[in-house]
């Protein structure tokens, strides 16, 4: 069997069956782009691989209850924003650090039976995201659907980076204030922090 020739889903079918093989697929398929998306942010090769990795082990340790809303891209880019976000609240605990206070940090120990679940949540944050103004819901999902970054942004929209980031930050404010109003507390969900931060 020719496994880089199967669909995303046949792999993972099978490393739900415990395939190793189709789980080496995946891991060569994403591990580059994963680890890219995290050094742009962390700055060091090293944590960023820490990262990545990271998200590979728990992938294998969840293979066989893993059940997934979106595509497996879609999982990964989230999971490894959620690793990049606890490095981050690491390291300002460390340093002593306010620079990234403005960023929430996870909670421990939260499970889908906090408040909503995460399908709700999901469910309310696309209804935020529809509520935006077109440009500023474009940008949204540039950044937050294609992963791109605020330079590539930029250039395919042709702003400047500093209007891309005004417009993700306005846009991330008021994603947050109508899942407030919503009274949900996005911090208990892993899947939904990727969404809210910059």
């Known amino acids: 069997m020719k496994y880089e020739n199967l669909a995303e889903t046949e792999l993972l079918l ?15 398929r994403y591990w ?8 742009k942010r962390l700055k060091s090769k090293e944590e960023s691989k820490d990262a990545v990795q990271d998200v590979f082990i728990n992938l294998w340790k969840r293979r066989s209850t893993l059940q997934l809303t979106a595509s497996l891209r879609t999982y990964l880019f989230t999971a490894v924003r959620y690793e990049l976000l606890k490095k981050i609240a690491q390291a ?11 960023l929430p940090l996870p909670v421990e120990g939260a499970t889908s039976m906090d408040l909503l679940s995460e399908k709700e949540l999901q469910h309310a944050l696309s209804i935020a995201v529809n509520h935006l103004p077109p440009k500023m819901r474009e940008i949204y999902l540039l950044s937050r659907q294609q992963h791109k970054s605020i330079t590539e942004i930029a250039q395919q ?17 008021r994603l947050r204030m109508h899942l407030k109003e919503a009274t ?3 911090l208990l969900f892993p899947g939904i922090i990727y969404f809210l931060n910059i």
């Open 92 to 102: 300002r605990k460390t340093s002593g650090s306010e620079e990234m206070d403005l």
């Open 14 to 28: 099978l490393v739900a069956a415990d395939d190793g093989a189709a789980y080496e697929v995946l891991y060569h």
């Open 157 to 173: 929209l042709c702003l400047s980076e500093q209007t891309v980031k005004n417009q993700l930050s306005k846009a991330l404010l």
């Open 184 to 186: 949900v507390i996005p």
């Open 32 to 39: 580059q782009p994963l680890f890219l998306f995290a050094y």
